[in-house]
């Protein structure tokens, strides 16, 4: 009997290759749940993620989806899927946890039936780099022009051809949907934040952190305001004034 489980699950990508299986590397998330799932099922297990984070990134509600075969189960294992969630973490290593574990369908897959993502980009406001949150958010030891930043996104909003803010060499449209673009602030011990939230139906390598980078560069005045529509008009990637740093990049969440 074929089992297929959906998960949600959290991890700090700072030591990671990124998410996608490597044929050099076996430090990535997707390497390191598939042989910790196959060697607790005693078979070779395939996971499907919602789409690949890059080294570095972080995830608070990434989703996957994996198949097991019961007959080839050996040993005595508890299928409950409250019993599995907690045997499995304790398998993990401390930067990787899985927030829930669901049987579903047969027919669901993280990636092909994901309708929506959310992304989040933090920025630390501050001379020095905060204790305990350096390795989520970029340090600006300068302040930035908030207001022109949000005047500035509301360009990137609706349906673009997202080439001009990527890295990526796909063969495949890169025609995306940016259904928002919000701002939050945020003061924790002294310090400014600020979280940028990226909603659509998806994004291509590199693409939210080139975005960041040109707000940025129209918040500090570097930038002028019409760039991100002479990138988008363009398609042309060396306009782009800078790439955020990885770290600051966190997967929110998978809508179906």
């Excluded at 995830?59 to 050996?74: D, P």
């Excluded at 990787?96 to 929506?116: C, G, M, P, Y």
């Excluded at 989520?136 to 997202?162: I, N, R």
């Amino acid at each position: 009997m074929i089992k297929n489980y959906k998960i949600i699950l959290e991890y700090d990508g700072t030591k990671y290759n990124g998410w996608q299986k490597q044929g050099n590397t076996d430090n990535t998330i997707q390497g390191k749940l598939e042989a910790t799932l196959s060697r607790y099922f005693n078979q070779e297990i395939e996971i499907h993620g919602s789409g690949r984070t890059d080294a570095g990134v972080h995830a608070l509600g990434q989703v996957a989806n994996f198949k097991i075969n019961t007959k080839l189960i050996t040993c005595n294992i508890d299928l409950d899927t409250l019993s599995l969630m907690v045997n499995l973490n304790s398998y993990f290593p401390e930067d990787i946890r899985i927030l829930s574990l669901t049987e579903v369908d047969s027919r669901f897959h993280a990636r092909l039936n994901a309708k929506k993502k959310t992304y989040r980009y933090s920025i630390c406001l501050s001379p020095k780099e905060p204790v305990f949150n350096r390795r989520y958010c970029m340090l600006l030891p300068k302040d930035v022009d908030l207001k022109l930043m949000k005047e500035a996104a509301l360009s990137l909003l609706g349906t673009h051809d997202l080439k001009g803010f990527s890295d990526s060499k796909t063969k495949k449209s890169t025609v995306r949907t940016i259904e928002s673009i919000t701002f939050n602030e945020e003061t924790i011990n002294n310090d400014k934040y600020i979280h940028i939230d990226f909603t659509g139906d998806g994004f291509l390598y590199h693409t939210i952190r080139l975005i960041t980078g040109t707000l940025l560069s129209i918040g500090l005045h570097e930038s002028n305001t019409n760039i991100i529509k002479e990138i988008l008009s363009t398609n042309n990637r060396k306009q782009v004034p800078f790439m955020a740093p990885a770290k600051g990049l966190s997967l929110i969440e998978v809508e179906y």
